[in-house]
């Protein structure tokens, strides 16, 4: 256990509506990232904020859109679903901001697009 | 950005034997390299590490090394064992940035 937590576990849904994924971090970790991970794609970073601000972006599209709150949990919102969205979204916490922070991913949340 | 790209995508190994995955990337100013493991239906996990500034690092049988010339860094594994099969990922950064990561390597070792 990475003590990483990710909520839902699945989450089935239609083309064209709009869901939340949730993180929570580890304790102590300041930065969280979000990647989707499908079959040809391999890990495909999203996003990652550190203390409550975009840090870097990856190839997220404009329909998704992620925070990261207060008490440093972070969502990701992904909006407008499409058949393609389908994949395994995994969040990862670290220490600090910079890429040389071991990343410890939570359990992932599979979404199916229906 | 960093591109980083491993071969091969599947590797069959029998067990005991060794297996090599060789990944490659393109910003030269990249200086760290980490590698994780992912089990089927589990999350990727760290390995192991490497910073530019040493060629090669060991933790019991795996190792990895670096061509920084070349831009390429490589895992070992020796004596390869039924639970190292998985899917490998290799990833790059500069450090401040993000790290890229490749596309994974499955690894299949035959009993």
């Known amino acids: 256990d990475s003590g990483v937590t990710q909520t839902p576990k699945h989450l089935i849904t239609a083309t064209g509506q709009r869901v939340t994924l949730r993180c929570s971090p580890r304790s102590g970790d300041l930065s969280v990232y979000w990647y989707q991970q499908s079959l040809d794609q391999g890990l495909q970073f999203l996003i990652q904020y550190y203390n409550g601000e975009e840090r870097a972006k990856g190839n997220i599209l404009e329909r998704f859109s992620a925070q990261q709150f207060p008490d440093l949990h972070s969502e990701l919102n992904l909006s407008s679903l499409e058949l393609g969205d389908s994949a395994l979204y995994f969040c990862?916490?670290?220490?600090?901001?910079?890429?040389?922070?071991?990343?410890?991913f939570g359990p992932g949340t599979r979404l199916t697009v229906l | 950005g960093e591109n980083v790209e491993q071969h091969p995508s599947t590797l069959s190994v029998q067990e005991g034997d060794s297996a090599v995955i060789k990944c490659t990337y393109s910003d030269s100013a990249s200086n760290y390299f980490p590698w994780y493991k992912q089990e089927l239906g589990k999350r990727p996990q760290l390995i192991i590490d490497?910073?530019?500034?040493?060629g090669e690092k060991k933790d019991q049988r795996i190792a990895v090394t670096l061509n920084k010339t070349a831009k390429h860094f490589s895992l070992h594994i020796t004596e390869t064992q039924p639970e190292d099969s998985a899917v490998y990922f290799c990833a790059a950064s500069h450090g401040n940035n993000r790290l890229a990561f490749g596309k994974g390597n499955q690894v299949v070792v035959i009993p």
């Open positions: 490497i910073r530019s500034n040493v």
């Open positions: 990862a916490s670290s220490v600090g901001g910079s890429g040389f922070n071991e990343q410890f």
